[in-house]
C-alpha cells in the first residue's frame, strides 16, 4: 500500500528558531492534508493541499506541495513554545475519505 | 455541539477480556473511522465506516471488530484483549466526500493498557 515518509521524527530547537518538516510519497498524491496533535492531545485538521507547486500560509506556517506532487513541507517561522506537538502529514489512500498518516515529526521548542 | 466524543477515556483490561469503545459524532458526517497510536507509528487505520451499515477493514483490523448501526455511533470492539492492543485509540468523522478528502475531525482518544 501506499506510503509516506517524514523526516525528521524529532527536532529540537530554541523558540525563536525555524523549523521545517517534510513529508515524501513515492507515488504522486492527489492531495494531502497536514494535522497538529498537541501532547497528550488529538489530532487536528491544519491545512489541505492541491495543487502542483502550491504554497500556502497561516500566519507563521508556510505549507508546501511539490511540483510533481510527491512530497510536501510544513516550515514554521520563528518557534514559538505554542508550536510544541507531532506534526503529521496526511496524503489519501484508497478513494473516499481514507487518509494514511505519516508517523509524525515531534517538535519541542526550548524557551 | 459536541463534535465528536469517546468512552471511556482510560480503560485497563487483562489479557483476554473483551471490551467496547464507544464513539459517537453530532455533525452527520457519513464517514467514521477508528485509528491506533503507539509511539513512534503515527496513527494507522484499524476499521472504517462509510454510512449506516458499512463497515471495512483498515491497516490492522485484526483483534477488533465495529459495526455501524446509525449515522452517530461507530463502537470498536476487542474481541480477546492481548498486551499488543495496548495503544491510544481514536475515533474520527468527516462528511461527504467529493473528489477531495473532507477534514477528519478526532475525538480526545481512549487510552487502553491490557495486562
Known amino acids: 500500500g501506499q506510503q509516506v515518509m517524514q523526516i525528521p521524527q524529532y527536532q529540537h530547537v530554541q523558540e525563536g528558531e525555524d523549523f521545517t518538516t517534510y513529508c515524501n510519497s513515492s507515488?504522486?498524491?492527489?492531495?494531502i492534508q497536514w494535522y497538529k496533535q498537541r501532547p497528550g492531545g488529538h489530532p487536528v485538521f491544519l491545512i489541505q493541499?492541491?495543487?502542483?507547486?502550491e504554497v500556502k500560509k497561516q500566519k507563521r506556517l508556510t505549507f508546501q506541495f511539490g511540483e510533481a506532487k510527491k512530497n510536501s513541507s510544513l516550515h514554521i517561522t520563528a518557534t514559538q513554545t505554542t508550536d510544541v506537538g507531532t506534526y503529521f502529514c496526511a496524503p489519501p489512500s484508497g478513494g473516499y475519505n481514507k487518509l494514511i498518516f505519516g508517523a509524525g515529526t515531534r517538535l519541542a521548542v526550548h524557551p | 455541539n459536541a463534535g465528536v466524543t469517546q468512552t471511556p477515556k482510560f480503560q485497563v483490561l487483562k489479557t483476554g477480556q473483551s471490551m467496547t469503545l464507544q464513539c459517537a459524532q453530532d455533525m452527520n458526517h457519513e464517514y467514521m473511522s477508528w485509528y491506533r497510536q503507539d509511539p513512534g507509528m503515527g496513527l494507522r487505520l484499524i476499521h472504517y465506516s462509510v454510512g449506516a451499515g458499512i463497515t471495512d477493514q483498515g491497516e490492522v483490523p485484526n483483534g477488533y471488530n465495529v459495526s455501524r448501526s446509525t449515522t452517530e455511533d461507530f463502537p470498536l470492539r476487542l474481541l480477546s484483549a492481548a498486551p499488543s492492543q495496548t495503544s491510544v485509540y481514536f475515533c474520527?468523522?468527516?462528511?461527504?466526500?467529493?473528489?477531495?478528502?473532507?477534514?477528519?475531525?478526532f475525538g480526545p482518544g481512549t487510552r487502553l493498557l491490557v495486562l
Open positions: 474520527a468523522s468527516s462528511g461527504t466526500a467529493g473528489f477531495l478528502q473532507e477534514t477528519q475531525y
Open positions: 493541499l492541491v495543487k502542483s507547486g
Open positions: 507515488t504522486t498524491l492527489s492531495n
